[in-house]
């Protein structure tokens, strides 16, 4: 409506042209201003979450080390097993993720890549 208002801006049709155009184009300002405030607060829930998500993994994997009696504690292999497959990754590329950050960071190198695959 906008830009149609505008084309006729300067005919016959008088302010009217002018006034659509202005009209419109604030109403199509604030629509966008809210579909886009919309939008950062959907990504700073999926920040929040996956941080909930993160933070309650961190607080199993201590509890099922710190756990000292050793007939409650998750058998490790599965336990590895479910860790990767929460991270989204295979078993052997989560080691090999372990194996290369714990490399780069006896060398001082900065590693680019994160462990979960999902986020």
Known sequence: LAACGTAFVGSSHGPWAATLGVVAGAMASVVNTMEHGGQVGMVFEMYRSTAGF??????????????????????????????????????????????????????????????????
């Open 54 to 119: 993160f933070r309650l993994m961190e607080e199993t994997i201590e509890s099922n080390l710190s756990e000292r009696d050793v007939g409650r504690r998750e058998n490790g292999e599965l336990f590895e097993m479910k860790v990767a497959l929460q991270l989204g990754r295979s078993l052997s590329g989560l080691k090999d993720l372990a194996a290369s950050s714990y490399s780069s960071s006896k060398n001082g190198d900065a590693i680019e890549e994160f462990a979960s695959k999902l986020f």
